[in-house]
């Protein structure tokens, strides 16, 4: 009797308790799906409640924030982003990562690069000396052929103190894009004067020759047609343009030798040719 | 040697307990979890190693300085053995001190023993023993010195449950206090920010030992500051402890 | 004159009661208490009388609202502390110690250093020599009573306190303690102690004191409290035909021609023998019969009480 009465009560608790189990599963189900800004805590709220844990608080709501963009469809969510790494960073101001990751769900799976700037402007405005964030924001910009705006963020990251080399030879690159030559040649020549490897000396070197050879190509073929304009032919060579007043100097190319200049086509080429774009 | 005999008899009682032993597994299991926790994230691993562990070292800093404090005592007078102290030629300061030593021991024993298991397993995990977290797990000694105080001041007033409601409080408020300063002390005035400020001032500001946000980063604290921190901390929990010895003297023992 | 160890005069205490704890409950009215060096003073009185609130007010665990406490003459304070020793009711001690281990415990709170000699004598004195490496939550009841004996005498008082030191003790136990506590009596110890099991107090008590309800009713030795309190008179007597008419007679019982017979008091005994001796007969025993220890002690509490 006394084994009987054990068995039911055993019995009943398990039936209990899984019927408990499924009432708070599809509870869950409904109420995580209708209520997620829940998870979205004010910062200044968060930050005091914090009790001097802000650090870990901080590590769990990043890892949270992970897996609540994790799963597929991320839709609206996105637009909670940016309050969520105002609360991390609030909680946790040097913590970079998860505005770098938090950038690049926006950019990359969301496809919101406006978020992915907001997240990365935040992540920056608490952590002003970092790079990566700049250098990010440089970087989607970049892939969505926004040069200017690009080259602004690859300026902030460039000029950080601890910033790799590299990131230099890249804002020149981006000034080049964005259409100022003349800028990105100062850039190219300071890389250059700077350079602590051959190596950098070499791609400094090429960008110089090729960008100087632009600019002066731009600078002379309107020369050329108006030239032709006047004259109704093309200058038998550059020097015939200099002798007749319509540039001040002969251009030579970076290393100082003459281009080559074809009279029929008035177009001018570089006696060098160097993998750069 | 009465006071040292005090504190040798509740450190052999504190260890012995099995709050102590659970509080302990159960620290030293979430120590080894945080390695599961880390796998969370993509390359800042390590800071969540860190940030755990110290996380979890100070919440069973807490919990140890509060329950062991206010249920070691709180049974001393449950049981009586309290008598057989109280009868001695020994004042009932000795005997609070005695009490407050004691526990002290047990508080930096186990935080050293934390800190150890900690460093080992971070090497392994981490590569790194990360030994600059030592200055913290002091300043966590000096929290817990505080919080003892504050528990032996409620229990030699109060019943245990009360005693720890009350601790665990002054630790929630010692900590809220700074942070509500910092964003409200301009909104506020008059009769509220006078209250505001009072609370500040006179509860404890654990917010002034509490490095081990910057640590991950910074990977040591400034001299000046942990001497200034260390300094406040003991000036502060012999104060509480001069109250209890205070409150303790006139309580009835029934 | 002996000299007096512990004098306690008009000692009160009363403890906040009631909602708020607004209100005093009165547990000590008026304590005084007399005792003697050398002697074994017996502190008798119901559950709640008092005994051990004053106890803990000699020992220092409890303070007094007003009275005084005099060892050996001057106000006792905490330096006296270290000549007395105190047993508590229902000792309970730290558990996870073991006889051995308590016992340097309790030295170690006089600051003595007891060697391991002395602790050894103490536990053979108190016979727990065996069982000096058992925790003490192993320890039976007569063996706690017994450490707790040992403990009170650890820093070798002159005065020592026992607070119901025989309570829940089977015969053989109650005999060990009791010829425990005669051996400190004949060490030149003076031990006070409390009971409310009359004929232990009876049995090795020089003085007694006895409370009723917060106050000292009565103190004194047995002879003195019980002495003059002949209770009624057992006369035996034979060679007469009947028993003697016009006495007051209590029991009459006859066996083999010799009356047994009690009568009120020794006025009516008198009368009795006078009345056998003048009707030719023998007398065989007269034996007045005292009051009891345990007697006495109802009359006073019915009295105190309001109860005729």
């Known amino acids: 009797m006394r084994k009987t009465k054990t068995f039911v009560?055993?019995?009943?608790?398990?039936?209990l308790f899984l019927i408990s189990f499924l009432f708070n599963y599809n509870f869950k189900k409904n109420f995580f799906e209708t209520n997620e800004a829940l998870y979205v805590f004010p910062k200044k709220t968060l930050k005091l409640i914090s009790l001097g844990f802000e650090n870990?608080?901080?590590?769990?709501?990043?890892?949270?924030?992970?897996q609540f963009y994790s799963s597929s469809g991320i839709g609206e969510r996105i637009e909670y982003l940016p309050t969520i790494l105002e609360t991390i960073g609030e909680l946790d101001p040097k913590f970079s990562e998860p505005f770098t990751i938090g950038g690049m769900i926006a950019?990359?799976?969301?496809?919101?690069?406006?978020?992915?700037?907001?997240?990365?402007e935040i992540g920056l405005r608490y952590e002003p000396y970092e790079w990566t964030m700049a250098m990010d924001a440089g970087y989607y910009l970049r892939k969505r052929k926004k040069y200017k705006k690009a080259f602004y963020y690859y300026e902030i990251a460039a000029h950080r103190e601890d910033s790799p080399a590299f990131l230099k030879r890249v804002w020149a690159?981006?000034?080049w894009k964005s259409g100022d030559l003349s800028f990105s040649y100062e850039l190219w020549k300071n890389i250059y004067n700077k350079a602590k490897t051959n190596y950098e000396k070499e791609v400094a070197y090429h960008h110089l020759y090729m960008i100087k050879f632009e600019m002066d190509k731009k600078r002379l073929e309107p020369i050329i047609e108006n030239f032709k304009n006047i004259y109704g032919r093309f200058p038998n060579d550059l020097k015939e343009l200099y002798y007749k007043g319509f540039i001040k100097m002969i251009p030579h190319d970076y290393d100082g030798d003459p281009y080559i200049y074809n009279p029929e086509t008035g177009k001018i080429r570089s006696r060098k040719r160097f993998l750069w774009k | 040697m009465k006071i040292v005999a005090i504190a040798k008899n509740t450190y052999r009682e504190a260890v012995r307990s099995k709050l102590f032993l659970l509080l302990t597994i159960f620290s030293i299991a979430f120590i080894l979890f945080s390695k599961v926790v880390s796998l969370l994230v993509i390359s800042s691993g390590e800071k969540i190693i860190v940030d755990l562990g110290l996380a979890i070292i100070e919440i069973f800093t807490i919990l140890l300085s509060i329950l062991i404090s206010v249920n070691l005592f709180y049974k001393e007078r449950d049981k009586r053995t309290i008598f057989n102290i109280l009868s001695k030629p020994i004042s009932r300061e000795q005997f609070i001190l005695g009490k407050f030593l004691g526990l002290s021991l047990t508080l930096f024993v186990s935080l050293v023993i934390l800190g150890v298991v900690f460093s080992l397993y971070a090497l392994t995990v981490t590569g790194n023993l990360h030994l600059y977290i030592f200055p913290q797990l002091l300043l966590f000694f000096v929290e817990g010195e505080i919080l003892v105080s504050f528990s032996l001041l409620f229990t030699s007033v109060s019943t245990p449950i009360l005693s720890s409601i009350f601790s665990l409080g002054i630790f929630v408020v010692g900590n809220f206090s700074s942070n509500f300063l910092l964003y409200y002390e301009a909104k506020v005035k008059g009769v509220v920010k006078l209250l505001v400020n009072i609370v500040y001032y006179v509860l404890p500001n654990f917010s002034i030992l509490n490095y081990k946000n910057q640590l991950v980063y910074t990977k040591g604290i400034a001299l000046s500051n942990f001497l200034n921190a260390t300094v406040y901390g003991i000036d502060y929990a012999l104060l509480i402890l001069v109250l209890s010895m205070i409150a303790f003297r006139n309580r009835e023992i029934l | 004159m002996k000299e007096k160890i512990l004098e306690i005069?008009?000692?009160k205490k009363s403890y906040p009661s009631g909602t708020l704890l607004l209100k005093r409950t009165e547990v000590l009215k008026g304590i005084n208490i007399n005792v003697y060096k050398g002697e074994i003073y017996s502190l008798l009185g119901h559950n709640g009388a008092g005994k051990t609130t004053t106890f803990k007010i000699i020992t220092g665990i409890s303070k007094q609202d007003s009275g005084e406490i005099l060892f050996k003459g001057k106000t006792l304070n905490l330096k006296d502390k270290s000549k007395i020793g105190f047993l508590p009711e229902r000792p309970y001690f730290y558990e996870y110690l073991t006889g051995r281990e308590f016992l340097e415990f309790s030295a170690n709170l006089f600051n003595l250093k007891k060697s391991k000699v002395q602790i050894e004598a103490l536990l053979s004195l108190v016979d727990l020599k065996d069982a000096a490496d058992v925790q003490l939550k192993k320890y039976s009841k007569g063996m706690l009573q017994r450490i707790g004996i040992a403990h009170s005498i650890i820093n070798d008082p002159e005065f020592i306190i026992l607070d119901e030191p025989l309570s829940g003790l089977d015969p053989i136990g109650r005999k060990k303690l009791r010829d425990l506590i005669l051996g400190l009596k004949e060490e030149g110890r003076t031990i006070i102690y409390s009971s409310h099991i009359l004929q232990d107090a009876e049995m090795i008590s020089d003085r007694i004191g006895i409370i009723v309800k917060g106050k000292t009713i009565m103190?004194?030795?047995?002879?003195?409290?019980?002495?003059?309190?002949?209770?009624?008179?057992?006369?035996?007597?034979?060679g007469v035909d009947g028993i003697p008419k016009d006495v007051d007679y209590i029991k009459v019982e006859k066996k083999s021609n010799v009356?047994?017979?009690?009568?009120?008091?020794?006025?009516?005994?008198?009368?009795?023998?006078?009345?056998?001796?003048?009707?030719g007969g023998y007398i065989k025993f007269v034996n007045p019969v005292r009051k009891?220890?345990?007697?006495?002690?109802?009359?006073?509490?019915?009295?105190?009480?309001g109860n005729s």
Not at chain 1, 107 to 120: H, P, S, V, Y
Not at chain 3, 219 to 238: A, P, Q
Not at chain 3, 266 to 277: M, V
């Open chain 1, 9 to 15: 009560l055993y019995f009943l608790l398990i039936v």
């Open chain 1, 56 to 66: 870990i608080i901080a590590d769990f709501y990043y890892i949270w924030m992970i």
């Open chain 1, 107 to 120: 950019a990359l799976q969301a496809g919101r690069l406006d978020i992915a700037l907001k997240a990365l």
């Open chain 1, 173 to 175: 690159d981006i000034a």
């Open chain 3, 9 to 11: 005069i008009n000692l």
């Open chain 3, 219 to 238: 103190e004194g030795s047995l002879e003195e409290l019980v002495s003059g309190e002949i209770k009624e008179v057992d006369v035996s007597f034979y």
């Open chain 3, 259 to 279: 009356f047994y017979t009690t009568v009120k008091d020794t006025d009516e005994a008198n009368k009795l023998i006078a009345k056998i001796i003048k009707d």
């Open chain 3, 292 to 305: 009891t220890l345990e007697e006495l002690f109802w009359e006073i509490k019915d009295e105190n009480s």
